[in-house]
Structures are given as structure tokens and as C-alpha cells.
């Protein structure tokens, strides 16, 4: 389903490409110097721009350009997934590369598309702090993108090229432990059933007491893999586990029963790092269970030959314990009455669900970070706290999109984090839109040969739905 969706935005990206390449009717054609400076370039213009053309149509003065101007920005804000060997479609590593695609660039920046973030401030919806890593551009950046294709993606002159920043690392930094799969688990439809739990189990690898506070799930094939649920087998259960896998272990965790939920992977996660002073308690002995939910591909086999994790820990206790909480439908604070469902041909149906904060008796209760999970039909998530009559919003996502989630960290120190108090209640909203205008519903129909909407009743296939937010919680006792 996911490669589907690439391959069509591919599409649609390359044509804007051609677009890009041919110059838009805008574009003073003297300073398009794009297509004549570099070899190759001919072959996307079809060889004769560059013949029209002559030396000094290169203006290396011309600014904003892509060596003192757009290197440094695309570094700094796309290139972390737009390099190459990287998840995004096409690199954007030099001027060759990404010239052509000015266009397409300009298209997705201003539709607020790309660089994908979907945590944003909304008349109903001002949370509570600044999230860490926003991917948003600014208005600058924007505009100097709009300033570079309007002007034909010059490339200026190398010699004045500004110092290009590294791209930020989309992986847990310094990692203390990393354990992956053994064997490989080979996914495919059985009859109608699309979807599977497989539950792993690794070692993180400490020889003595630690406390976990940074992990990142490295899916082995994100083509199948819907999501991975990561616990902490506190007594190390799992390592009689023979190969290391409990097949067709459901939500659960292998009838393993001391555990608690220390991270977790959904299509578009970064690693999870809690703040400063955070963290849990790992026991030497300890293992770690991968609740593992494999989506088959309906164009065939898919294996799954490495999913694994990498940790980081420390050795000094921290001052607040961590924990990740599972909040909405199905799960804790489950709907009862009436069942989630959503009708078919429902454009803006909406369900909310209230669950009363526990840890009542911590002193001192933070919120650090909170996500948004939903299927295919939903389209906004909005999770806030209740208290009295207030609703304090947390988090927003009113352009809901599956293939990007994640775990939205708050940018302040943990003493700084929203507080809890004593009989707060959690409110998640979910809005969906069951209807052939919302084209992930097109998308998950035509895999499975329908139509037209099915009425979506609560589940965690992939193709039921879901309303259920992640919050990180830090407490001290
Ligand atoms: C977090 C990873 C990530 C970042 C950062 C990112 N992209 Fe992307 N981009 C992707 C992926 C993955 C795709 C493929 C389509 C999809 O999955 O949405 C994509 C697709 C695109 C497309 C093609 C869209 C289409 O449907 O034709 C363009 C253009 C694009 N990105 C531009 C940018 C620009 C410009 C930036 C920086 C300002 C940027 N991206 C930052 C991951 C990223």
C-alpha cells in the first residue's frame, strides 16, 4: 500500500519535474541557467537547452542561487531523507539532482507538504509548548525557494558557495546497545487476512542495572511493517522464546506478563529520546519484546530479514521514570458505548474518547510528548487534557496522513513540561472521512478489489480503525 502511494507521488513529481525543466513561462530564460551549466542536465531538457545557451547565461550573480543559497537550505531541511540510499524517492545531493525538481519543490513547500509535519497550531489548538525538531520551513526559507525557481534554479558560482550544514541524522545518536532479528520472517497474504502479529525477542545487551533513555526501532522492511510496539520483559521471560519469535502473538506480548511499554515505531517515527533526567529502569537479565505488525503486501511475498533496535542508556538513575501509555480506542479508555465505527460515506464523522489520567499520588506527573494513531480514514486528531471545565490543548494533526506519524516532543526541559494534576482526564477527538475524497480510502479499497466505502469498525488491522494517541509520561514518586 505504501509503495503504491510512492510510486504515484513519483509520478505526479516527476511531471512537475518536466514542467521544471522546460521553464515555466515566468522565468526570464537568460538566467535559467539550470539546464546549461552542468553535464548531464541535457538529458532531462533533451540536449538542446543546452546548446541555446552560452557561457554567460550561467549569471553566477544571480541570487538567490544554489551554491551560496539553496545547498545550505535543502541540507539543513530535506536532505535528511532526500540523499541517497535515504527513504525519500529521489536525492537531492547536488545541483545536477536537484535543479529539475525546483518546481516540484516550490509545489509541496507551499501546499506545506514537505517537509512532513503534522503538528501544527489551529484556532481550537495552541499546545502547550514548542515541539523539538519542527520541520517547518519559515517564511524565509519559503521564500527564497519561490525567489530560486522564479529566477530559472540558477547555480551560481562554486567558488562563493556557502558552508553547507550536515543534515540532521535521523538516528539515535551514540547508541549504547543495539540487538536485531534472528532469521528472517517472510510476510504474505493468507486468503483474505492481510494483516499479522509476530511477536521478538532481543537482548539489549547490559551487563548490569541501566536506565533506558533513547530508542530507535530500525524496521527491517517498511513495505510490510505497520507498526512495532516495543515492552521491557523485566524479567527476561522472552529468552526461552526458541528462535527468539512467538508467532501470531495478537496485540500482546507472547504471554510474557511483567512488562511495560518502553518505545515504539509507526511509518514516519524518528528515534524517541526522552528529556534530560528521564528515563527506566533496565534490568541486567532484562529483554525487549517486539510486538511486531506486519501489513502483507497484496503484490506478494515481502520478507522481513533485520528489524532491530538500538538503545541508549545511562548508568546513573535519573530523577523522573518514564512511561509511554497507550490511550483510546481499542485499548485503555476503549469506546464502550457505542463502538467506534465509522459509516460509509460519512465525509466528517467524528468520536472522542475520555480516559482519567492515573498516577494519581506521583508528586509530580509530566507530560513530555504525545502522538497521534490512526488508520486510513482518518483525517484530524486532536488529544487534550480536561480540567474542570478547561479543554488545554496538547496536540493537533488536522492533516492526518498514516504514512507520517510520530511522537511529538515537547522542545523544554522535563521541570518545564505541561504538569498533571490530580483528576485530569484525557480527550482524544478523532475526524474521519469515509468517503472516495479521501484518497488513502481510494487507496486502501482498490487493494483490497472494492469500490466504494465499507462501513470501519474498531480494530488493528489495518484496514479497521483506530483512535488512540501515545503519550510519554515522567513521574517522580
Ligand atoms: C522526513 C523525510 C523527508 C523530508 C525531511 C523531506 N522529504 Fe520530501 N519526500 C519524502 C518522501 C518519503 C517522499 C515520497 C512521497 C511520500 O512518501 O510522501 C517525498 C516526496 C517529495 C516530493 C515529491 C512529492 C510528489 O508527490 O511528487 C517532493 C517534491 C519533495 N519530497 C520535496 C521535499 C523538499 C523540498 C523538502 C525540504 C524542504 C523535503 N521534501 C523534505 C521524505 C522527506
Redesign the pocket.
Known amino acids: 500500500m505504501g509503495m503504491g502511494?510512492?510510486g504515484q507521488?513519483?509520478v505526479?513529481?516527476l511531471g512537475?519535474v518536466l514542467l521544471g525543466a522546460c521553464g515555466d513561462d515566468g522565468s526570464p530564460s537568460e538566467t535559467n541557467a539550470g539546464p546549461t551549466t552542468t553535464a548531464g542536465s541535457g538529458d532531462l531538457t533533451g540536449g538542446t537547452a543546452g546548446e541555446e545557451t552560452t557561457e554567460g547565461d550561467t549569471s553566477p550573480a544571480a541570487r538567490p542561487n544554489w551554491h551560496e543559497d539553496i545547498a545550505p537550505?535543502?541540507a539543513a531541511?530535506?536532505r535528511?531523507?532526500?540523499t541517497a540510499g535515504s527513504?525519500?524517492?529521489f536525492p537531492?545531493d547536488d545541483y545536477e539532482g536537484t535543479w529539475p525538481?525546483g518546481a516540484?519543490?516550490l509545489?509541496?513547500?507551499d501546499a506545506a507538504t514537505?517537509?512532513?509535519w503534522h503538528a501544527v497550531e489551529t484556532t481550537e489548538c495552541i499546545p502547550p509548548a514548542p515541539f523539538q525538531h519542527d520541520?517547518r520551513?519559515t517564511e524565509d526559507d519559503k521564500q527564497l525557494l519561490r525567489d530560486w525557481v522564479a529566477l530559472g534554479t540558477p547555480e551560481g558560482d562554486p567558488a562563493n558557495a556557502a558552508p553547507i550544514p550536515e543534515p540532521p541524522s535521523?538516528d539515535l545518536a551514540d547508541p549504547s546497545g543495539s540487538d536485531s532479528m534472528q532469521g528472517s520472517l517472510t510476510i504474505q497474504p493468507e486468503g483474505s487476512r492481510l494483516d499479522f502479529f509476530h511477536c521478538l525477542s532481543l537482548d539489549p545487551g547490559n551487563a548490569e542495572d541501566v536506565f533506558l533513555d533513547g530508542i530507535q526501532v530500525i524496521p527491517g522492511n517498511d513495505a510490510i511493517v505497520h507498526h512495532v510496539l516495543v515492552y521491557l520483559d523485566v524479567d527476561g521471560a522472552s529468552a526461552a522464546w526458541p528462535g527468539g519469535q512467538v508467532l501470531d502473538c495478537d496485540g500482546g506480548t507472547g504471554g510474557v506478563g511483567n512488562v511495560r511499554l518502553a518505545g515504539a515505531w509507526v511509518p514516519?517515527a524518528q528515534p524517541i529520546r526522552p528529556p534530560e533526567g528521564v528515563g527506566v529502569r533496565l534490568p541486567a537479565g532484562a529483554r525487549l519484546i517486539l510486538n511486531m505488525h506486519y501489513h502483507a503486501a497484496v503484490t506478494g511475498p515481502e520478507t522481513d530479514d533485520g528489524t532491530g533496535v538500538a538503545l541508549h542508556w545511562t548508568t546513573d538513575a535519573p530523577e523522573y521514570t518514564s512511561e509511554l501509555m497507550l490511550i483510546g480506542a481499542p485499548g485503555e479508555g476503549d469506546l464502550v458505548d457505542p463502538p467506534l465505527l465509522v459509516p460509509s460515506g460519512a465525509s466528517n464523522h467524528v468520536e472522542a474518547v475520555e480516559f482519567d489520567v492515573p498516577f494519581i499520588g506521583a508528586v509530580d506527573v509530566r507530560l513530555w510528548a504525545v502522538a497521534a494513531h490512526m488508520h486510513k480514514v482518518g483525517i484530524d486528531m486532536k488529544v487534550s487534557i480536561l480540567r474542570g471545565n478547561d479543554e488545554l490543548c496538547m496536540l493537533q494533526t488536522p492533516a492526518y496522513d498514516f504514512?507520517?506519524q510520530r511522537l511529538y516532543q515537547y522542545d523544554v526541559p522535563i521541570g518545564d513540561a505541561f504538569r498533571i494534576q490530580s483528576g485530569d482526564r484525557v480527550r482524544v477527538r478523532c475526524t474521519y472521512d469515509n468517503t472516495l475524497d479521501n484518497p488513502s480510502v481510494v487507496e486502501m479499497l482498490q487493494e483490497v478489489g472494492l469500490d466504494q466505502p465499507q462501513d470501519v469498525s474498531q480494530g488493528e488491522g489495518t484496514l479497521d480503525e483506530m483512535c488512540l494517541t501515545a503519550v510519554g509520561i515522567a513521574y517522580r514518586l
Open positions: 502511494t510512492r507521488g513519483l505526479l513529481g512537475l537550505l535543502v531541511n530535506c535528511s531523507c532526500h527513504v525519500a524517492p537531492m525538481l516540484a519543490m509545489l509541496q513547500v514537505m517537509p512532513p520541520a520551513l535521523t514516519g504514512d507520517w
